[in-house]
RNA sequence: GGCAUAUUGGUGAAGCGGUUCAACACACUGCCCUCUCAAGGCAGCAUUCACGGGUUCGAAUCCCGUAUAUGUCACCA
């Protein structure tokens, strides 16, 4: 039987990272599986909470990853529909809620929420057992039935032994096993009709054929109660793989309270799609060798559920951002090009060649968006403090730049061919001559036309690419510069 | 508080009873090198695996206890 996974996210907001992990997980396991199907469901029981807008989030933020779902709300499938509003409408949790309290898995509870806060609040809360005993239970199924129908209202809840222990296997915390008595008979139906997360995923896991059940261990806790259903209607249960929670720090989760970013933020803080997906990848599981950059295809072929750890993972911007740079400086020049050229042209207004700029800050820039204020040099050279000729490992001050700049003036002056391979002649015959190092020419050469100690592209670059002119009106303003202090 | 799960360096982590077991990567520090910074290369960076006991010829690896963290105990998912 092939495997077939789902990403189950409800629409309440945007897509934080430890989310997105989760649906690229459930991905890499159905894609692991030549035959494997990855499904997208839209779990919107929650009427209260639905946020406009957030269903697209989602459908964008997949398709940016290239997270491409077989099945689900828009590309349809065979045991759809994929939204859980519009299953309700068929009528079918209730038809399957039914079903379970005939099989003696659940009962009508008519208890209204004042009685069970009462009960709950005068509950010994350190028992350790259930927090709340549903007298509902006890009554005569035929009786309940009645006045169910007869319209009084009701939940349906989940009827669970007090004695006994339930256990099931995880895939990546292993066995586990809980005593009866301290689960909840949780609400299955509410008042309004609607299922709640806890039955609806699990009667929607078996009807969609969900092999591979991937979600985060906050509900390895429950996971007990949704097998005693499935044990219930007497249906095959799944693999269960629970994730560790991705974390700010070593106390919280990330989330979207604390102001963390979320993948749109990403974004717009110029990573690639194809780095955060690697990245995240890596958040609680790591390959068997040493890779660390990963394509998606390639992510399918070495992802393995053994090696899930079980520990919360720090989201490090830091390694991020350094992942990123390593997929940037991966790119082929032309599509690097394609990619950083709007973020050039913000800073970069003047007509220089795109191009060389680009290929000079390719071996330098991490992220895009630290792209337009390393360049700014380009369009209006920046004021600046002679104290930048100070450079303690090129050991150059401003006295040994001005002896070096003047050289380099009288070389230029009188060179016609600006190329790069002329200039670099040029210029490079000069340590040789004076009797120093070549970093004590070039780098005041690249302080005096650019402003800056340190820029994408060599000094060599930046001459070329700034043109015969310009880079004698810098450099002749610098050496004044030099000699007026 | 009950229950569940976890605890390897600043970070992600490998290792899951025994020939270097504390890999690898990020960060950091130093050096080298290409026309400079960056990138790249090399080196350094946990005598030790939360703590305390135990099992064993031998433990980061197994067991027990303590501490800490996270999750859960909703008509939220």
């Known amino acids: 039987m092939s495997i077939r996974t789902r990403f189950a996210p409800s629409p ?8 997105l992990r989760t649906a690229l997980w459930a991905y890499l396991i159905a894609k692991k599986d030549p035959e494997g199907v990855f499904i997208l469901r839209i779990e919107d029981t929650d ?32 045991v759809g529909p994929y939204v859980q509003s519009e299953r309700v409408r068929s009528g079918l949790y209730m038809d399957y809620a039914k079903k379970l309290i005939r099989l003696g898995g659940a009962h009508y509870c008519f208890c209204d929420e004042k009685t069970i806060e009462q009960a709950k609040a005068a509950k010994d809360v350190t028992d350790g057992n259930r927090s709340y005993d549903d007298p509902c239970r006890l009554l005569d199924p035929e009786e309940a039935e009645r006045r169910a129908e007869s319209g009084e209202p009701f939940v349906i809840r989940q009827t669970i ?15 586990i096993t809980v005593d009866n008595s301290t689960l909840d008979e949780q609400v299955l139906i509410k008042s309004d009709g609607f299922p709640t997360y806890n039955f609806a995923n699990v009667i929607d896991d078996h009807l969609m054929g969900i092999t591979d059940v991937v979600r985060g261990m906050e509900y390895l806790s429950s ?20 994730c560790p929670p991705v974390m700010k720090d070593e106390h919280s989760k990330l989330s979207k309270r604390n102001g963390d970013a979320s993948f749109q933020d990403l974004m717009k803080k110029g ?54 740079g ?39 820039a991490n992220t895009l968006v630290e792209i337009p204020p390393m360049l700014d040099f380009y369009d209006t050279f920046p004021a600046y ?52 190092k070549n970093g004590q020419v070039l780098f005041p050469l690249r302080v005096a036309i650019s402003g800056k100690q340190s820029t994408p592209g060599g000094a060599i670059e930046i001459a070329e690419i700034l043109g015969k002119e310009e880079t004698l009106r810098r450099l002749k303003s610098s050496i004044q510069q030099l000699e007026n202090q």
């Not at 032994?161 to 066995?175: A, L, N, R």
């Not at 609680?284 to 090696?307: M, R, Y």
Request: aromatic share 10%.
């Open 12 to 19: 309440t907001g945007y897509m934080h990272i430890g989310n």
């Open 385 to 436: 403090s002679n104290d930048l000729y100070f450079n303690k490992k090129m050991k150059t001050n401003p006295e040994i730049s001005l002896v070096s700049l003047k050289e380099c003036l009288t070389a230029l002056l009188n060179l016609n061919d600006w190329s790069f391979d002329a200039l670099h002649e040029t210029l490079m015959a000069l340590p040789a001559k004076m009797g120093i």
């Open 326 to 364: 390593l997929w940037l400086r991966g790119m082929d020049p032309e599509s690097y090009f394609q990619l950083v050229e709007p973020y050039i042209r913000e800073a970069v207004k003047k007509d220089y060649d795109l191009r060389k700029i680009a290929s000079g800050v390719q071996q330098r």
């Open 223 to 242: 996971t007990p109660k949704y097998n005693l259903i499935y044990d219930a209607f007497g249906w095959d249960k799944p693999r269960y793989i629970h």
């Open 161 to 175: 032994p007090s004695e006994g222990t339930t256990s099931f296997d995880d895939e990546v915390f292993g066995t």
């Open 271 to 324: 990573y690639l799609p194809e780095a955060v997906l690697n990245y995240i990848a890596m958040l609680g599981w790591s390959p068997e060798n040493n890779q660390e950059i990963f394509t998606l295809d390639e992510l399918v072929k070495a992802f393995n559920v053994k090696h899930i750890g079980q520990n919360g993972a720090i989201f490090d911007p830091v390694k991020l951002t350094s992942i990123n």
């Open 47 to 78: 009427q209260g909470r639905l946020v406009e807008g957030a269903t697209d989030i989602i459908y964008d933020t997949m398709r940016e990853c290239g997270l491409k779902h077989d099945e689900g709300p828009d590309v349809g499938g065979p």
